[in-house]
């Protein structure tokens, strides 16, 4: 297991030699400590990324994409081995992780390596006499902050862009979940990355990510977490005037037509907030029901929740592992705490599961809550496996119930009315909708939120503009210029 930063494409300890403990959330027990880095072995990192950049840009578009397609082979190639890592790291169940996890990195790095040279210009039809035309440009060093929640697929969302436009990258995984991130580094060397293309820093956020963002030699950041953090990282870029791009926080609206099949629907509103123990920001964690199908549909949604096989997530059968963190657990807990004292009403789970063989993870019960829209709990994100319930009777009250938060990141509908389904989708205030499903996401479809879930893009062709600059150069051809002056 590596567990040492991974600087100008050498493995070294940090400058302070100071660790951080990473454990199992299945059971508490220590997993392992890897290198901190503080803002020392940040300044490091950008220092390795600059130097790299001026070859690495230069670089045969073809060429730089060539790297992304062996390492999305070299994921595939050891898929077991990081699937098995990711699961003891995060707690996600084995089944997602070798069945979404790693397919979906290995899939993103497959889909830029290909995009590195479709990355094409433009020439725009000026006055006569000119050529004008535009190329796209790699920003430079790029700092890059993610989550725990979705480590390792998070290297290729953040890191297969920017690649393949030609920058190179400062990445610090959160501190709870840095190893998949390490072992992917460690992946990137044995394919042939160049040394300082990509360097990986884990630490803490007030140290190693605060100086990511101010850091003078770093062209943009694109951050992934909390709205909180969030607003604190753009203000602190304007400094340095950096382009910041943000992945926030998300409430998704989850809404139940009375015509909708309700098979389907339980089972997708279900995938839509328990899948990785409801911490995904895109989580559907507002079920908007239709008043005529709300009983039906609860009866068969709660039984479902109450079916849900917790367990060590290492297990096969396992269908919802602990979440990430005592810490993350403590503070869901605290929501369900505050939804009782509003008087939402619990209609299953609430708290902690009974098991003895789980006493010592940080697993929680799937929970099934009615609560008013103006509770905490309908209103902030929880990011657990809680999902609250609200009623509509009309088209335009599910769309007032559904825009009703500050957030904008996905949104899904269950309906067989196609002009309904195209009307709600246009109307949802979200980055992402989703039609009779929930949760997809593809290396080329735009990925990213509205609101206070931020702004930009994550995938597609989007992402390719996200990590360029567009230059523009004027050629005289035969144009004659007027004399303005003698
Ligand atoms: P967080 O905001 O606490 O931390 C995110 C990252 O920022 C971590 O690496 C952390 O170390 C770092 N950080 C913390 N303080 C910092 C600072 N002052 N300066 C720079 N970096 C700092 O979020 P979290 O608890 O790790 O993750 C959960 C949040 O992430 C949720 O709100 C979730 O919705 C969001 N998220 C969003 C998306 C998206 O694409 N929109 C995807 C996944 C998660």
Redesign the pocket.
């Known amino acids: 297991m590596q567990t040492q930063l991974f600087i100008g494409g050498e493995f070294v300890d940090g400058a302070d030699g100071a660790g951080i403990e990473v454990h199992d959330p299945h059971d508490g027990s220590l997993l392992t400590e890897v290198a901190e880095a503080r803002a020392v072995d940040v300044d490091r990192a950008v220092e390795a990324a600059g130097k790299a950049f001026a070859s690495w840009r230069h670089w045969p578009a073809d060429q730089r994409g060539r790297l992304l397609l062996k390492l999305a082979d070299a994921i595939e190639q050891h898929a077991e081995e990081l699937a098995l890592l990711e699961t003891r790291d995060t707690g996600h169940p084995i089944r997602d992780t070798q069945g979404l996890d790693v397919p979906r990195t290995a899939a993103t790095f497959r889909y830029f390596g290909g995009m590195a040279d479709k990355l094409q210009g433009s020439v725009i039809p000026v006055e006569r006499g000119f050529l004008d035309y535009v190329v796209r440009e790699p920003i430079g060093v790029v700092g890059q902050?993610?989550?725990?929640?979705?480590p390792l697929m998070f290297t290729s969302w953040k890191m297969g862009p920017a690649l393949a436009a030609g920058n190179t990258v400062v990445l610090?995984?959160?501190?709870?979940t840095p190893l998949s991130t390490l072992r992917v580094a460690e992946l990137m060397a044995e394919v042939g990355f160049p040394p300082g293309v990509v360097n990986i820093v884990p630490g803490?956020?007030?140290t190693a990510?605060?100086r990511?963002?101010e850091h003078p030699g770093i062209g943009k950041i694109s951050?992934?977490?909390?709205?909180?953090?969030?607003r604190?990282?753009a203000r602190?870029a304007a400094d340095t005037v950096k382009r910041v791009h943000l992945?926030?926080?998300?409430k998704g609206a989850n809404i139940v037509f009375d015509d909708a099949d309700l098979n389907a629907a339980v089972q997708g509103s279900a995938f839509a907030i328990f899948h990785n123990q409801g911490q995904?920001?895109i989580a559907g964690s507002r079920l908007i029901l239709h008043e005529r199908i709300a009983e039906e549909f609860l009866d068969r949604f709660v039984t479902l929740a109450r079916s849900i096989r917790l367990g060590d997530p290492k297990q096969a059968e396992t269908q919802m592992g602990p979440l990430t963190s005592v810490g993350?657990r403590d503070r869901v807990l605290s929501y369900l705490a505050a939804a009782r004292e509003e008087g939402s009403e619990v209609l299953t789970g609430g708290g902690r599961p009974q098991e003895a063989e789980l006493a010592a993870g940080c697993y929680l019960e799937p929970t099934v809550i009615a609560a008013e829209p103006s509770h905490r709990v309908a209103r902030e994100?929880v990011?657990g496996p809680v999902v609250t319930v609200h009623r509509f009777r009309t088209d335009a009250e599910a769309l007032s119930l559904a825009n009703a938060v500050e957030y904008g990141?996905g949104g899904g509908l269950w309906t067989r009315d196609l002009s309904r389904a195209h009307r709600t989708a246009r109307e949802l205030r979200a980055g992402m909708v989703w039609v009779n499903s929930y949760k997809r996401v593809n290396p080329g479809s735009p990925?990213?939120?509205v609101g206070r879930?931020?702004y930009g893009r994550?995938m597609g062709f989007e992402a390719m503009r996200e990590y360029t600059e567009a230059k523009a150069v004027w050629v005289n051809v035969d144009a004659d210029l007027p004399r303005l002056y003698g």
């Open positions: 902050i993610v989550p725990w929640n979705f610090k995984p959160s501190e709870l803490y956020g007030a990510g605060a990511i963002v951050f992934t977490g909390s709205t909180s953090v969030g604190g990282v602190d992945e926030l926080g998300g995904a920001c993350h994100e990011f990141l990925f990213g939120g879930s931020g994550e």
